[in-house]
């Protein structure tokens, strides 16, 4: 919800020339950047549940997006509901998958077939 005002808000200005599009851009990267620093300060073993009814999904090239209605966000401490929740996700790649010599878990590697003399 605070992406999608501040880019309401941003795009509102901008149709008044308030701000120019390479403003707008450095808003935008400076927004992520920094809740991408408050979100790494959750990390841990905290346990989160999320009860949502799942509008779609999809999934490309080992990428998830679920497009969530009515969510609850739970945490040991609070819980956090919306009307909508995106959820992005990346499947897990092995230490060896970095050098180029695993796969995905979860994934066989498929074998050439042999070919017949």
Known sequence: ????TL???????????????SE???????????MMKNLESFKGNA????????DTYNNAESI???????????????????ERLKIVAIDK?????????GNVKGKKKEKKPKKKS
């Open 64 to 82: 998830w997006t679920f497009h969530l209605k009515n969510a609850s966000v739970s945490t040991e401490k609070e819980t956090l509901t919306c």
């Open 7 to 21: 880019k309401i808000t941003l795009d509102e200005m901008m149709t008044k020339n308030l701000v120019s599009r």
């Open 24 to 34: 707008y851009d450095r808003i935008f990267e400076k927004f992520d950047q920094m």
């Open 93 to 101: 790649i092995e230490p060896d998958e970095k050098k180029g010599k």
């Open 1 to 4: 919800m605070i992406g999608e």
């Open 47 to 54: 346990k989160t549940s999320i009860k949502a009814k799942i």
